[in-house]
């Protein structure tokens, strides 16, 4: 068996054992983003939003629903690596990777796609769900799932540097807590930016969470507040660099190796 | 071949704590070899640098004439490690955790489950292998290890500490397995031990490391003619009012009144012992090893080696070691 078939063989089984670990504790990681999207749809989308007029030529609801999705995405592919590699720290059966003959860009892209999986699968519910309050259809559904899946990969790489330098569960919480979420919920998941004062719209151009949000609502509803090019080039330019950085920490065996 | 050849390897950790400090050491094809030393050692960071686990600081390590540095992945897959502490997802499956390394040493999903089946039966765990992994006994989790460790079918086999909190029976039958696999197989064994009755009863050659460095090796055979004596408890009939002397042997008291520690020189019969302690009116009822002969070899080298200093050859040539708390008489 040469090497390339040997990586891909390793690859497909840490691929099955990720997802076999969120699926095993669906009640954990796909049923909450489930009930935190009903709930903000019946508060903002339903409660809240009936009071606020269209945005950008859309009902409120229907405006919410891509924001709220890419949210359960950006949260779970980040939470999912973040908590798996460094459960696997802990534990230390990331020794059993190790030493075995795998790569280390097949571990990275092992527990990359398994953050895509958890990513894309919690999206999958959460716009099932949404189906509930719209009746949206999507403008380029093929976009959509291009946006969703590059988004994935840019969080996954994202939580697996953070579960890298983590050493306690509190230190896996930090960014999740502190950045991301402030993040996410100002990158335009609840309003358009074109509703902000100017100085707010400029910083706001700064927040990488912006162009993704606003690429994926463009995907389903047609509109957005950036340039679908930006939004490509900015998710491009930090899954670049977030890769070169995951890589570097694996091959220098920081916090993995003595 | 060499299995395992390592020249002039180095580890210092962070704040300078140098663990290896240069060693050198080769392992034949199919040996079954023992590094052995106390807690601290180094045998640990040595096992952790050949199975990729640890950095090393200087020095090469080939496996089967691969250099650890230009060829990690034909060494990774050619390695089995168990090592000292339980490093498996105590959540995930038996079958799971040993299908899951065949599958990361490239091996598909149908052979992998023949292999799991395989290892599992042969390590009596076939029956667990739904069983989440910790829920298993400590010496189940030990067998696990190995089966993990075997199922890409590895031609160098490491074990640290293998049989550490495992009860005398299933230590035993884990000895029978490990020295069929080496026999039968051919699969080269290295092993790191506290059990020293271990090391004398599998393996066929020891080095032994303390304070970073080797400080022997050898054959077990030839270490243990080397050791200048042996010590043997004594059951005797009657408690003793006072310490026999019988020359040359060493004689010392034990906390049981009705027992006696005698140190037998090498080329000593131990006839011209009871010859002497039955002039003097002492029955003996039974006797036994105080301990075994490489652990004697071992403590005594160990405790000469303390520090920094070279191995003395005087060490080889026995003194005897000393226990304050008993009276001694020779």
Known sequence: MNYWQVQWVAYLTLVRKEVRRFMRIWVQTITPPAVNAVLYMIIFGGLIGTRIREVDG?????????????????????????????????????EELLVSPVSNFTI?????????????????????????????????????????ILTSIMFSLGGFINAVFAQTFDECSIVPNFVLTPLTYLGGIFYSISMLPPLAQKLSLFNPVLYMINGFRFSILGVSDIPLWQSFAVIGIFIAILFTVALTLLNRGTGIKA | MQALSIQNLTKTYDQDVQALRGINLDVAEGDFFALLGPNGAGKSTAIGIISSLVNKTSGS?????????????RIKA????????????????????????????????????????????????????????RALSGGMKRRLMIARALVHEPRLLILDEPTAGVDI??????????????????????????????????????????????????????????????????????????????????????KDPLQIEVEVPKGHKINDLFDGLSSLGIAVNSMRNKSNRLEEFFVRLVNQSGGREELDTSVLQGTPAENGKNNTAT
């Open chain 2, 61 to 73: 390590v080939q496996v089967f004439e691969h250099d650890l540095d230009k060829e990690p992945e």
């Open chain 1, 108 to 148: 990275l892209a092992g527990y990359v796609t398994g953050g895509v999986a958890r990513g894309v699968t919690v999206g999958l519910v959460v716009t099932a769900v949404s189906f509930l309050f719209t009746s949206l259809k999507p403008e380029y559904p093929v976009l959509m799932v291009l946006i969703a």
């Open chain 2, 78 to 133: 050619s390695i089995g490690l168990v090592p000292q502490e339980f490093n498996f997802n105590s959540f995930d499956t038996v079958l799971n955790i040993v299908t899951n390394i065949a599958g990361y040493n490239g091996i598909g999903m149908r052979e992998s489950r023949r292999r799991a089946e395989h290892y599992l039966t042969r390590l009596d765990l076939w029956e667990k292998r739904n069983t989440a992994a």
């Open chain 2, 169 to 254: 029976e299933i230590r035993r039958s884990m000895w029978e397995y490990l020295s069929s696999i080496n026999s039968e197989e051919g699969i080269t064994i290295m092993l790191t031990t506290h059990y020293l009755e271990e090391a004398e009863a599998l393996c066929k050659n020891v080095a032994i490391i303390d304070h970073g460095d080797i400080i022997e090796r050898g054959a077990v055979s030839e270490l243990l003619s080397r050791s200048m004596q042996e010590t043997f408890v004594l059951d005797i009939q009657d408690a003793l009012h006072e310490l026999p002397q019988v020359q040359p042997f060493l004689i010392r008291t034990c």
């Open chain 1, 58 to 94: 859309f009902a409120y609801m229907d405006y919410l629903v891509p924001g709220i999705i890419m949210m359960g995405i950006i949260t779970n592919s980040y939470g999912n690596v973040v908590s798996s590699f460094f459960g696997s720290k802990l534990q230390k059966y990331v």
